[in-house]
């Protein structure tokens, strides 16, 4: 008999975007003239064409595939040396971080580096999640067993929840008890919120002074505006010994299709073993990598490095002002409406308070009805979220802008 991951099963069986797919499909079915004004502002995607540097360095990539002389394999796990030296050079020195190319691991996305960094650590770490978040940091801590009972309010019993929420600008306060795994997104997937510098010393000194790591996922760096805004946690001192930080070019770059990200793991990064012995990370992330992962394609590591090329970084600039235009239209929309409205100066998604009294699926059923726009309730991502909806700013400038105009029209 074969048994199956009983974790797994703990799950809940509504996970946010299926049931929002479930909804609009019994919605285009029943109100097929509707379906075709339909505008999805839902899930988290780029729509705009690829970076033509990006383009033209993969296209030069498999050329150089298809000659026996130039032809390569199996590349080296982490990623070749020509990204990592790139990302530390453009990425980090700017910043005055000192992260060297070896502490950098290339890979496929960073939603598979979330989930997957669980691999090297043990199942006794109270672990701290920010709600709302990001849905996978909560699912891979279920599957690996890391959570006891569902509670009926939806959450996962044996995490201990941080709430975000506007009292605290959504960075979280420190938690009362003691945590050994912390999640850190920012600037912030759902809420488009930013974490100030003296907000993530604040995380690092707690962080230092219990042991404690920190995930800090910097998906949407990139979208930073303002001055001021911390763009990673080793901007930080003393990060180096307690964070993690997990960057993509799925947003950077409009890679969400291509698939290429990178985690940072620093070699002073120490944890401990059952006996309190301390022992760096590094090599376990390392040996983790080669055993079960086999590199990003060569023609994707060409494309990503070329986003830092003096043309690349102009044209991912057009991309990034072009989605933070769309979430201004948006923002813009509605605080005309008379909502409460948070988020889309750093980052492209809107946080949006429901009107009094209403739940967040209920007004994304009012949104889907009434102006066929599909936004993610801001149940969805947490209970914390429950009142809230996120609009997402990844959309054409024609979409954008016909869904203000819906949103103006609408009865609130
Ligand atoms: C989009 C996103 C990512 C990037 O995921 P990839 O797998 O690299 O595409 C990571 N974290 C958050 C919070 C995101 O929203």
Wanted: aromatic share 10%; glycine share 10%; hydrophobic share 40%.
């Amino acid at each position: 008999m074969a048994f199956l991951n009983e974790n797994y099963l703990k799950l809940k069986a509504g996970y946010l975007f299926p049931e929002i797919a479930r909804r609009v499909a019994n919605f285009t079915y029943e109100n097929k003239e509707a379906a075709a004004r339909l505008i999805r502002c839902g899930i988290g995607d780029v729509t705009e064409a690829l970076p033509a540097a990006a383009r033209d360095a993969m296209k030069a990539a498999v050329d150089e595939l298809g000659d026996r002389g130039t032809f390569r394999g199996y590349g080296p796990e982490q990623g070749y040396g020509f990204l990592r030296e790139a990302i530390v050079a453009n990425a980090y020195e700017p910043l005055g971080c000192k992260i060297t190319a070896d502490e950098i691991f290339i890979s496929d996305g960073s939603k598979c580096d979330t989930g997957s960094i669980l691999d090297i650590f043990g199942h006794r770490n109270r672990i701290a999640i920010t709600d709302p978040v990001y849905p996978v940091y909560v699912d891979t801590n279920v599957m690996c067993g890391n959570t006891g009972d569902v509670q009926e309010d939806g959450s996962h019993g044996g995490l201990v929840y941080l709430p975000c929420r506007p009292s605290n600008n959504f960075v979280p306060r420190l938690p009362a008890e003691k945590v050994d795994l912390i999640y850190l997104c920012y600037p912030n997937n759902p809420t488009g919120a930013t974490a100030s510098f003296s907000e993530l010393v604040t995380w690092v000194d707690f962080a230092r002074a219990n042991q404690a790591i920190i995930l800090f996922d910097a998906a949407y760096e990139a979208y930073i505006t303002e001055p001021g805004v911390p763009h990673s946690i080793y901007e930080i001192e003393g990060a180096k010994d307690c964070a993690i930080e997990f960057r993509s070019f799925s947003k950077h770059g409009g890679f969400t299709g291509v698939r290429c990200a990178y985690t940072v793991v620093p070699k002073d990064l120490l944890a401990s073993t059952e006996d309190g012995k301390r022992h760096p990370l590094h090599p376990l992330w390392a040996r983790r990598q080669s055993t079960k992962f086999n590199g990003v394609s060569y023609p994707v590591q060409r494309g990503a490095e070329a986003l830092f090329s003096e043309q690349g970084k102009k044209e991912v600039q057009e991309l990034i002002t072009h989605y933070l235009g769309n979430a201004t239209i948006l923002r813009e929309a509605c605080i005309k409406a008379g909502l409460d409205v948070y988020g889309g100066i750093n980052a492209p998604y809107i946080w949006v308070a429901c009107p009094e009294g209403v739940k967040s699926w209920e007004l994304f059923d009012r949104m889907l009805n009434e102006a066929n726009v599909v936004i993610t309730p801001g149940a969805g991502f947490g209970t914390a979220g429950e009142g809230y909806f996120r609009i997402s700013a990844f959309n054409s400038r024609a979409n954008a802008e016909e869904v203000a105009r819906r949103i103006a029209a609408m009865k609130w």
